[in-house]
């Protein structure tokens, strides 16, 4: 009678294991979520694997605080609860000791990936540290062949594309050896998917063939494979790998309405925040705030490389938004014991740029992108290190070494040349017409020959841009030249330059980087024309415009700047013609520009108090602009308005 | 500069080193002969995954000397063929494996 009960009772746990099963592998999260609820309990064990497989579901939807709660609950030890400690706290040691080579599959599983994070977000020597000598990738080996002996081909496939995944992120300097056989491996998986029990699972294999190997028809099989078994969590994967892996961004919305169906937190997160990078490219720094604070919102439920994720493009966007006594409060706040080397990394390759903005200690800067550059490398962030090398370079520009600018330069095109970045090679194209030019002017000597050698390397750059159909490179370059004809007075050299550049950054809707360049034309028609009827108009017009961006970004920097230029060019225009008739008009225009930019220098001042007290290593400082303002003043007899200046000067 | 890179040669050089380097080859070739007499799909997969490991193990030496060559900036001409030395094995491993993969039609999902 009993044992009959009992029979009755198996039955029907494993019709209801089966149940919730089918609808996590195919990641219908809600459901699978009731489904374990609706399994019933009798004893301990069973009650526990009902909170393990709710806190399951709440991991694949980002919400890992809850998922560790839910599992608190349960008396059960095992890998998976470790797993979820080492992803909100950062430890790997619990699991490393807690989960010995004769444990279950899945304890297993859970410790041969957080052996791989570790290695890839601290590095090896953190784990040799903890005495962890053990390799993820032996580990995936017995559980992938664990797994195939009990028949569970999703769960081995599973597995493999796991660790195939985070070859995403590293070793990418040896991806000419690693890509062939990671090819193999798939077409093997994929000839195993046949024995698969969930469609999803072949289809998963296909999406990441698809990233991996920028296959955009691997990506269309996956959307066809998801699409008959009904997964729209997995669509939202393909549309999100349409838009993110091969740029066609009006997917993002068609993803994210999947996630928001799916109920899939951590995918709506992600695209916020691939929004909000993407705004940040284009220099649209309100939408990609809005699109950051939606982010945080999705992903402050995730674990600690979500959340330090945020908080490095937080700090980024502070920077670029010219916060930059924040950015330093925030990095230092953010270095503490167990943050991964990798965000630590980042963090000081913005604070290296913050500190070159700031005007402050190069050699400090120096310290910090170096450290930055070792961590990389130890790493194997190649990619990383490359752009961390390219800030160094670019910190050595501000300073006179010669020879180790060359050497530099060579680190980086070689560097550049095995990663196939054909864009950062461009970009040593133009230092090195920037060192050309300085060199020769240093020598005092600005030859002709030495002119045509640096508007050659321009040239190698434009070409090296236009055959990778990289408008903002080319756009980038002209700008660069525009401002070497600046340098060596060749006035219309430069403004056909800027304008080309003009005309590239806004067919890119590079907004930032096209008002920059608006910015630049108005210098150049201020510090280095004659002002009168046909180039005053040109210089405020582009003046003007800056203007207009910088200000509805409420980029304060940029923005007292551009104030502080319309005032200084009404200014000089109505100084040199004052004893004319109708000038007037250009006293009052500098006169109503001086006060916006007193009203502007104070709204920077309150974000920015050390580098108003610094000023600024590029441009005009405060002090400066505060001098003109009060000359001005006094010039016109309005003594009230220049003590204003005055007292900010004292 | 130099008399360090040159010290970090001499690390790779390291007799066990470069044993290793060698003996991975050589399972590696061995686990491509293997795959070519298998004709099930979780033999196979159990191949790639080891040649995976393989990889992985191969590059951390590789990419040592990789490292080497994007910091060398001279024209000594020893230097350079310690270099190329180290370079060739890393050809050869790439070879290999470029040459394993078998070629299949590629499969495509019907709707």
Known sequence: ?650 | MLIQIRREIMNIKDERNLERYEAILNEFVELDTLAKSSNSAELDCKISLKKLKLAREFTKIDESILDISLRQNSSDSQFFSEILFLEAKRLRFKEEAIKCIQTRTKSKIST
């Open chain 1, 1 to 650: 009678m009993h044992s009959d009960k009992n029979q009755i009772k198996n039955q029907h746990l494993e019709e209801s294991l089966t149940e919730f099963w089918d609808l996590f592998f195919t990641d219908q999260y809600e459901q699978a979520f009731e489904a374990a609820n609706r399994i019933e309990s009798f004893n301990h064990e069973e009650s526990d694997l009902i909170l393990e497989l709710q806190a399951k579901v709440l991991l694949r939807q980002g919400q890992f605080k809850l998922a560790y709660q839910t599992l608190s609950n349960s008396k059960k030890e095992n890998g998976f609860k470790l797993f979820l400690d080492f992803l909100l706290n950062g430890d790997p040691k619990p699991i490393i000791e807690g989960v010995p080579k004769d444990s279950d599959t899945d304890s297993l599983l859970y410790k041969s990936q957080v052996i791989a994070l570790s290695k890839i977000y601290w590095g090896e020597q953190h784990l040799e540290s903890l005495n962890c000598y053990e390799s993820p990738d032996s580990i995936l080996e017995i559980v992938f062949n664990r797994l195939i002996e009990a028949g569970k081909y999703d769960k081995a496939i599973l597995a493999s594309l796991q660790s195939l995944e985070l070859l995403l992120e590293d070793q990418l300097l040896s991806h000419d050896i690693h890509l062939p056989i990671i090819h193999e491996q798939f077409e093997n998986l994929i000839k195993l998917s046949s024995k698969a029990k969930y469609t999803s699972t072949k289809a998963k294999l296909y999406l990441l063939k698809a990233k991996l190997f920028k296959d955009r028809s691997a990506a269309e099989d996956a959307e066809i494979l998801f699409g008959k078994e009904g997964n729209i969590n997995g669509l939202g994967e393909v549309y999100m790998t349409y838009a993110k892996d091969f740029r066609e961004e009006d997917y993002y919305q068609k993803a994210l309405e999947c996630f928001i169906k799916s109920k899939n937190l951590i995918g709506q997160g992600f695209i916020y925040e691939a929004l909000a990078s993407q705004a940040l490219i284009n220099g649209e720094i309100k939408s990609a705030k809005e699109a950051f604070t939606k982010a945080q919102e999705y992903l402050s439920n995730g674990g600690i490389f979500e959340n330090l994720g945020l908080e490095i493009q937080n700090i980024s966007l502070l920077a670029i938004s010219g916060k930059y006594q924040k950015v330093k409060e925030s990095v230092h706040d953010m270095i503490k014991p167990r943050i991964p080397s990798f965000f630590i990394a980042q963090a000081y390759q913005i604070l290296a740029n913050t500190i070159i903005q700031l005007g402050e200690d190069i050699e400090l800067a120096k310290g910090y992108i170096e450290t930055a550059c070792d961590i990389f490398k130890a790493l194997r962030r190649y990619n990383q290190l490359l752009y961390s090398q390219n800030i160094y370079f670019q910190i050595l520009l501000l300073q006179n070494n010669l020879d180790l600018i060359n050497k530099t330069g060579q680190e980086i095109i070689q560097l550049a040349t095995r990663l196939g970045n054909e864009e950062m090679k461009a970009t040593k194209y133009l230092d090195l017409a920037f060192v050309t030019i300085r060199v020769s002017l240093e020598e005092g000597i600005l030859s002709e020959t030495k002119i045509s050698e640096a508007t050659e390397y321009f040239k190698k750059a434009i070409t090296l841009y236009q055959s990778q159909g990289n408008l903002i490179g080319e756009a980038d370059s002209y700008q660069a030249m525009g401002n070497m004809f600046t340098g060596i007075g060749k006035l219309e050299e430069a403004l056909n330059s800027f304008i080309t550049a003009k005309k590239l950054y806004s067919a890119e809707k590079a907004y930032l980087q096209a008002a920059i360049t608006d910015t630049l034309v108005g210098i150049l028609m201020l510090n280095y024309v004659v002002l009168n009827k046909q180039t005053y108009p040109i210089a405020q017009r582009h003046f003007e415009q800056a203007l207009i961006y910088f200000s509805k970004e409420n980029l304060l920097d940029l923005n007292w700047k551009a104030i502080y230029y319309l005032a200084d060019l009404n200014h000089k225009y109505y100084v040199s013609n004052k004893d004319k008739e109708g000038f007037e008009l250009y006293k009052n225009k500098a006169d109503k520009y001086y006060s916006e930019m007193l009203v502007a220098v104070e709204e920077f001042q309150e974000d920015s108090p050390i580098m108003s007290q610094g000023g600024s290593f590029v441009g005009i400082t405060i002090e400066e602009a505060f001098n003109k303002a009060y000359q001005f003043f006094l010039s016109i007899d309005n003594e009230k308005k220049a003590q204003k200046f005055r007292r900010h000067l004292n």
